[in-house]
């Protein structure tokens, strides 16, 4: 159908999760 898609998956452990988050967060909600 011509979408053009991305997927990338990761694993982490519970433990790593807060930080991915909020790199993730930061990540997403920094000025471009």
């Known amino acids: 159908d ?3 898609r991305d997927t990338v998956m990761y ?3 519970a433990g ?3 930080e991915v988050k909020a790199h ?3 990540q997403q909600n920094k000025p471009r």
């Open 11 to 13: 694993s982490l452990s």
């Open 16 to 18: 790593e999760w807060p």
């Open 24 to 26: 993730l967060l930061y």
């Open 2 to 4: 011509g979408t053009v």
